[in-house]
Nanobody, 124 residues
Framework: QVQLVESGGGPVQAGGSLRLSCTASGRTFSSSAMGWFRQAPGTGRDFVAVINWSGHSTNYADSVKGRFTISRDNAKNTVYMQMNSLKPEDTAVYLC?????????????????WGQGTQVTVSS
């Protein structure tokens, strides 16, 4: 059974930093893309960042470019996201996903597996 578990969220003041982690179990995803999405209350699941299987190709939402960095460790079946210069509008539940069919997918429907999410709350 595949399971994705996110961690690293929490409360932080504007301008601060957090590092999210997402570890997969149940199978190896070293040949799959892994991505981060976020969902604020009453809104849809928005793309944040994605990294291809090798880590050599990434893509970011315009709203986080220059502030967030996605990376992965295939030996640990884990994807990370370093979030710097956080803003109140970054407040959301952050979810990681795995896509087994697309290289750097940016749409939620392109993902096969999802974690439960970790809450990030940025106060001004």
């Amino acid at each position: 059974q595949v399971q994705l578990v996110e961690s690293g969220g929490g409360p932080v003041q504007a301008g601060g930093s957090l590092r999210l982690s997402c570890t997969a179990s149940g199978r190896t995803f070293s040949s799959s893309a892994m991505g981060w999405f976020r969902q604020a209350p009453g809104t849809g699941r928005d793309f944040v960042a994605v990294i291809n299987w090798s880590g050599h190709s990434t893509n970011y939402a315009d709203s986080v470019k220059g502030r967030f960095t996605i990376s992965r460790d295939n030996a640990k079946n884990t994807v990370y996201m370093q979030m710097n210069s956080l803003k109140p509008e970054d407040t959301a539940v952050y979810l990681c996903g795995v896509s087994t069919k697309f290289i750097v997918p940016t749409m939620s429907r392109q993902y096969d597996y999802w974690g439960q999410g970790t809450q990030v709350t940025v106060s001004s």
